[in-house]
Nanobody
């Protein structure tokens, strides 16, 4: 059974850090580019980071650049999102998703539903004091 499972979310104070994990089962994550997205209540799903399947090239939305880092461990079939200096505006449900191609990867963050195929169920991140 093909499955993506996000974990690592929770409640954190402003300025704190979390590391999200996106673990795959039933398929090899290394064969896909991976994107991280988030959706806050009443807002559109936002693409925030992605990593290529080849060479591990990564791209970030301006809203998280310099604070978030995406990485992958193909041996563990897992992709990570390290989130530092968290702000209240980072509060959202965070999702990972797969993409078949590395072409126009940075631009693909703008079209989550047409560019990405398998999705996890999401993990809640709440940034609050």
């Amino acid at each position: 059974q093909v499955q993506l499972v996000e974990s690592g979310g929770g409640l954190v104070q402003p300025g704190g850090s979390l590391r999200l994990s996106c673990a795959a089962s039933g398929f090899t994550l290394a064969n896909y580019a991976i994107g991280w997205f988030r959706q806050a209540p009443g807002k559109e799903r936002e693409g925030i980071a992605c990593i290529s399947r080849s060479f591990g090239s990564s791209y970030y939305a301006d809203s998280v650049k310099g604070r978030f880092t995406i990485s992958r461990d193909n041996a563990k079939n897992t992709v990570y999102l390290q989130m530092n200096d968290l702000k209240a505006d980072d509060t959202a449900v965070y999702y990972c998703a797969t993409r078949d191609s590395d072409w126009y990867l940075e631009q693909s963050l703008q079209s989550p539903y047409s560019e990405y195929y398998y999705w996890g169920q999401g993990t809640q991140v709440t940034v609050s004091s």
